[in-house]
């Protein structure tokens, strides 16, 4: 049994939110690019041009390979070699990527797409690259059908079928089931997917797809997005089941795309913001449409709408007593993480820069946004005597580069060259009565992070679990995880009205909701849909 000292109590530091924008992996606005339709040879992509992104705020690219060149062939090995040069170019500019194949860009010409055989042939032969380049790949999108690969126009009718979604037989379905099947099982679980139309999702896997999230290439426009929605007209609202499924199915699945025309008053800030908020908004084209951005630039939101574009993360305040860091955080962003990370305390020693690195929360995804994250951290671990600077470490488990840590928002406390957020706190320990065991928590090969330089007990993590605040049956909310029994509830409309102060809100009519619940002094909040 280790006994340790420690000299520091009861400190406290509380975090001054930063209204600003800057990059932060996997979210925000991104710049688009394709191969463009090339007979020969690969196009790749500008170093310079990718290395200039972060400037913008921008760490996503989208990048479409089209593969007009191989319709009936196996794909090159040049095109292939270029595949795996545009990745490396991505990596060095610390960038992710969205990918798609596609075989045309028009809805004229003799041949959309391949044969569902060649689809198969091409997905085995681009796999292993994917599964190479696994820490730059955000998200690969079911395209491969269709003109543009998004799978709605085609020219194999007898395969995939085209046009009216409703018109595809169950035969044509398994077909582009057993596509998108292909992708999945061929490349890394960590990459989740996205298919183009909600009913695509729900006719192919009507259980559920925990990889599966949507790209909606015609946000905000009529015809419920261009068949994102199945509605009834041009004018047509989607059916509350389908909104419903499209905020549940987004929580932690990547929600993405961008705009294809002005749409006055869906395309203006306020329902724009508002139906970005509502179905977990993470990424959003800057290319296209142009006209759009320049519209929320000139009615004054583009700036929010910047910072808001997937998840940001706010320390709000952070303490030590009894050899206990307690963290208190938000997330004031639309969307939840959709990809699985890990957190860890670094503590660093002030006199000699020794790290060592324990894990404090070992799935991001859980916090939500709306919600305040309590977590927690026993300090007195098995490290050498002396003072220690804390920081909170948020890195990417397939990559260790501090570009793909998330850097909270915050004044004063990003280290970019380290990719921590330094919490501002100290914590003094005393020696050990002794000094054998096995390592301290190592992001390095668990998740990507700094290595410790020495031994100590395996450390012992006490994170609180999160309050869950869920609406069941589209009436009844029920609250988990709360420290007590007494609590209050508060149901506000969006514009800051309370509604009800009871947890069964049958009698409220549709819409989005804030719950709070407020339990020993502490507000817990949840941003609900009733449908």
Known sequence: MLLFACAMHGQTQTYTANTASFPNPERGFYH????????????????????????????????????????????SSTYLAGLQA?????????????????????????????????????????????????????????????????????????EFGTGNTLA???????NRKQVLDAMLNSTPAEIPVQVRYIYDKQKMYPNGNNRIGFYNDAFLNAWGDSGTFIVNGATGAPSS????????????????GETDGINAPRTDCTNAMAEMDRYNWSMLNKDYLSANITNWQSQGCFSEIERKLGYRFELLNGAISNNVLTLKLQNSGYANLFKARKAYIVMRNTSTNTEYSFEIASDMREWRTGVQTTLSLNLAQNVPAGNYQLFLNLPDPNNTSANYSIQCANSGTWDSVKGYNNLNLTYTAGAPTT????????????????????????????????????????YLITVSNLPSTVY???????????KST??????????????????????????????
């Open 86 to 158: 545009d990745f490396a170019a991505i990596r060095n500019a610390g960038l992710k990527v969205i990918i798609r194949f596609a075989y045309s860009k028009s809805e004229s010409v003799p041949a959309m797409d391949a044969s569902k055989a060649q689809i198969l042939a091409h997905i085995q032969q681009v796999a292993p690259i994917i599964q190479a380049n696994k820490d730059v790949i955000s998200i690969y999108q079911y395209g491969w059908i269709g003109c543009w690969g998004e799978t709605y126009y085609s020219s194999q009718v007898a």
């Open 241 to 256: 089941t389908d909104s419903s499924y499209l905020q549940t199915q987004t929580l932690n699945l990547p929600m993405a």
């Open 488 to 498: 209050t509830v508060g149901v506000y409309a969006t514009n800051g009205r309370l």
């Open 168 to 174: 595809i037989t169950d035969a044509q379905w398994a």
């Open 32 to 75: 688009y690019s394709s191969t463009g339709l090339v007979t020969s040879g690969y196009p790749t992509m500008s170093q310079s041009t990718l290395n200039g992104y972060k400037s913008e705020n921008i760490t996503v690219i989208h990048r479409t390979f089209y593969l007009n060149q191989f319709i009936t062939s196996p794909i």
């Open 502 to 531: 009871s947890l069964d809100i049958s009698d409220l009519k549709r819409g989005i909701y804030i719950v709070k619940i407020t339990c020993n002094g502490v507000v817990y909040s949840q941003k609900i849909s009733k449908a």
């Open 435 to 474: 000094t054998t065991g096995p390592t301290p928590t190592d992001p390095t090969t668990s998740t990507g992070g700094t290595t410790p330089t020495t031994g100590g007990t395996t450390p012992t993590t006490t994170t609180t679990a999160a309050v869950q605040i869920i609406l069941v049956n589209n």
